[in-house]
């Protein structure tokens, strides 16, 4: 099952919201969602080791 990784830098927008929605309710993949927000300290390795498993990455 492909793992998909959407990185959000800001809060999502309606339309990405949306496709990541989508993305939850199908079956055929798993979608991890990894929000880097200015507060408190990045989760750098938690990232990266993320970035690494998954088959695809979005940042937005």
Do not use: K, N
């Not at 990784?5 to 990405?16: E, K, S």
């Not at 969602?33 to 300290?41: K, N």
């Amino acid at each position: 099952m492909p793992l998909l990784l959407h990185v959000l830098t800001r809060p999502a927008d309606p339309a990405v919201a949306g496709l990541i929605e989508d993305q939850r309710q199908s079956p055929d993949h798993e979608v991890v969602v990894h929000v880097l927000d200015a507060e408190g300290t990045p989760a750098y390795r938690t990232l990266l080791e993320q970035v690494f498993a998954a088959d695809s990455v979005a940042c937005w």
